[in-house]
């Protein structure tokens, strides 16, 4: 080793060996000892160049390393480390601690803002009101108060803007004027809402809330908080006529003294939205029966079947009494009815004895009552014959082929067909009855009808593929949703289709012939009227080879207008569900928001007639996202040809034709309703995207569904 080091090394260990107690000396001894074992060894190559004669002198091979190879060694005593109870309990004691301040610190907040939030003043600033709002002029065929000014057209600055807007009237609150409303641009037009019901209600979901499966609330929103987005009005009242020719709307409402006032409110454009109601099909007693259309119906439905279960359970009550007391009927074999009968016995057959005798259970019977072969009759032949199964091993009767005649209070008379062509009368007992057997016009939609001379359908009002009201001045009234339904009548338009050509080649429409190209021309004409009829257009070759019968290789008025009219046979209506009156809502919105953008040029132009729908849109053209069933732990799910069916349909495809927001409620949630609401709704999703999120929670597995619990 070098001497200088040693040197070094021993005068520094002789200078501190004197000083300290004998712990402190002797951790000193063996801090230096490790030292010159460490300094021998690093130095001892430099020993075996000297034996080979090598110059031996130590050279440091960089000034920093030599530098930072002396280390100063610590006076401290060593550490005492402790043991693994102490570290445990000190840090379950600085978890807690963080974990109390932070919560502290968050219910400080808390009232701090609700401190600063909450208003003491109750002093108000004069709001300005127009006189017309306050005392209407009459006027109009009944000589009725015209609100030409609503109270609130002066309560801000937004809202005075928009009263010289042209005035849009919104008829209903369901799925197609909530989409409409959705997709409106605010400040275009001066937007009033009249229902007789002040909430939008998710209709796809009834059945699941008439069993306790969901809350009532959670299927309805303020229709007040959707209006706000376009600053629009709402009146709590019910449409009853329809000036077309001075643009009034006659509306009807109960005051505070009970008494119906009526009067007119004026519009520029009027949509009707007001849905349909049950279709009696003229049987008798139907006033025994319940309905499942509103969310006062799904509340009497919870009443009911729980006072028959209550009343089931009286020692007083027989066992005849008890078993039609428990027998439960459903009139309509269609997917309300299937899927009301599935929650049904979903309940009895799972909830029923954790709060009930068990003897209830085995005299419980639940009977499906439909006039067709199938029930699910619109789905897919193979999806209806799995729910018959599914019932069939749920002991859920099916009875096909089966019409009511009456609906008694204690037991229901049908007919049905033995297979052999013969009726056997049969009637069967029952405590309860849910009639569902498809929709029909409501009043005010028979008045329309009776105005207008071209409405020839008993179930809906007629509009075109513009959703505008056939026989209304064009351009001024629509009709969406179940009221209404898309007349597809292309062979009546052949004319029409065909006034281009022939004005061209000068000759007479019903007396041209086209060939093949001129052809292709017309039937891009029929695409864009009709979308629906896209479909049945894809091979032009074949259709026109198939009608050009005489071989002459043209097509004459006569071989067209029957190809027109084999392909109106094909069209079907559109289906009465969510998702149609959804997609005509939001097209309906967008068209119009196109129409308010091409209004300043009009007037500058001073154009106000033609078909400016057609000119600034284009036609309704649906598209199905396909049919969903519930019935029970199970679904079925029928899209273009595409058949699922299965305990995971039920988990994973019960959203896919819902579009709105629901969720499922049991006694141990810890999150409210309205919080679970409010994040759905902040989610940067469309309504669609949200409604499978949404539902597909409200399918997750839940302890037990407790009827008894709901009022």
């Known amino acids: 080793m070098n001497p200088k080091v040693l040197k070094t090394i021993s005068a520094f260990r002789t200078s501190l060996s004197s000083t300290g107690s004998p712990a402190v000396r002797a951790n000193r001894n063996l801090a230096f000892r490790t030292l010159s074992i460490a300094s021998v060894l690093r130095l001892q190559p430099q020993r075996s160049q000297s034996a080979l004669g090598l110059d031996t002198t130590y050279r440091p091979r960089c000034r920093h390393r030599s530098r930072s190879s002396i280390r100063p060694v610590s006076t401290n005593a060593l550490p005492h480390h402790r043991g693994p109870v102490f570290r445990f309990i000190y840090r379950t004691l600085a978890y807690t601690g963080g974990f109390i301040l932070v919560s502290g610190g968050l219910v400080l907040a808390f009232f701090i803002y609700d401190a600063s939030t909450y208003r003491e003043d109750l002093t108000f600033s004069d709001i300005p009101v127009s006189v017309s709002a306050l005392s209407p002029k009459r006027g109009g065929p009944k000589n009725l108060p015209i609100a030409d000014v609503l109270v609130d057209d002066d309560d801000c600055q937004e809202m005075q803007d928009q009263r010289d807007k042209p005035k849009l009237v919104i008829l209903g609150s369901g799925w197609g004027s909530v989409a409409l409303l959705k997709t409106l641009n605010p400040a275009d037009y001066h937007v009033t809402v009249v229902s007789p019901v002040n909430y939008f209600l998710f209709t796809p979901m ?345 071989k002459s290789g043209t097509l004459d008025f006569a071989e067209l207008r029957e190809l027109l009219i084999q392909i109106d046979s094909k069209l079907t209506s559109l289906p009465a569900t969510a998702q149609r009156a959804h997609q005509q809502g939001q097209y309906l919105g967008r068209k119009l928001n196109k129409i308010a953008q091409a209004a300043p040029g009009m007037r500058a132009n001073e154009v106000d007639y033609g078909d400016l729908d057609d000119a600034v849109y284009k036609a309704f053209d649906y598209k199905h996202l396909g049919s969903l069933a519930y019935i029970g732990n199970a679904a079925v799910f029928d899209i273009n040809g595409m058949n699922f069916s299965g305990g995971l349909v039920a988990v994973y495809f019960d959203g896919l034709e819902q579009e709105g927001i629901v969720w499922k409620r049991s006694d141990e949630l810890l999150i409210d309703d309205t919080l679970y609401l409010e994040f759905i709704q902040s989610l940067q999703m469309s309504d669609y995207t949200k409604g499978v999120v949404a539902t597909i929670l409200s399918h997750a597995p839940c302890p037990y569904k407790n009827i008894a619990t709901h009022n």
């Open 206 to 550: 009834l059945p699941s809330a008439t069993v306790g499966t969901l809350e009532l609330r959670s299927l309805v929103e303020p229709v007040r908080r959707i209006v706000q987005r376009v600053r629009g009005h709402f009146l709590k009242a019910e449409a009853e006529e329809i000036e077309f020719s001075e643009k009034l709307l006659e509306v009807s409402q109960v005051d505070s003294k009970g008494e119906r006032r009526h009067f007119y409110l004026p519009y520029d454009k009027l949509v009707i939205g007001v849905g349909s109601t049950s279709n009696p099909h003229g049987v008798k007693g139907l006033e025994n029966c319940h309905f499942l259309k509103s969310i006062d119906d799904a509340r009497l439905i919870q009443n009911a079947v729980l006072e028959n279960l209550e009343n089931a359970c009286l020692p007083t009550t027989s066992d005849e009494e008890r078993r039609r007391l428990l027998s439960f009927v459903v009139s309509g074999g269609g997917p309300t009815g299937v899927e009301f009968a599935a929650e049904l016995f979903d309940m009895l057959n799972e909830d029923l004895g954790r709060s009930f005798p068990k003897i209830l259970r085995n005299e419980i019977s639940v009977h499906v009552i439909q006039s067709r072969e199938h029930i699910l009759n619109t789905y897919d032949e193979a999806l209806s014959k799995y729910a018959e199964a599914k019932f069939a091993h749920d002991q859920v009767e099916v009875l096909t082929n089966s019409r009511v005649k009456e609906v008694r209070p204690d037991k229901i008379l049908f007919s049905q067909n033995d297979g052999n062509g013969e009726t056997v009368n049969k009637e069967l007992p029952m405590g309860f009855c849910l009639w569902s057997t498809g929709v029909a016009q409501t009043d005010f939609c028979k008045r329309i009808a009776d105005k207008l001379d071209v409405q020839n359908n008993r179930h809906a009002l007629e509009t075109d593929t513009h959703l505008r009201l056939n026989g209304a001045p064009l351009g001024t009234v629509y009709a969406i949703g179940d009221c209404s339904t898309v007349q597809n009548n292309i062979a009546d338009h052949l004319i029409h289709f065909l006034r281009g050509k022939a004005w061209e080649k000068g000759d007479d429409p019903e007396k041209m012939e086209i060939a093949f190209n001129d052809w292709r021309s017309v039937a891009q004409r029929v695409k864009k009227r009709f979308p629906q009829a896209s479909d049945h257009l894809r091979r032009l070759d074949k259709l026109f080879e198939q009608y050009d019968k005489d």
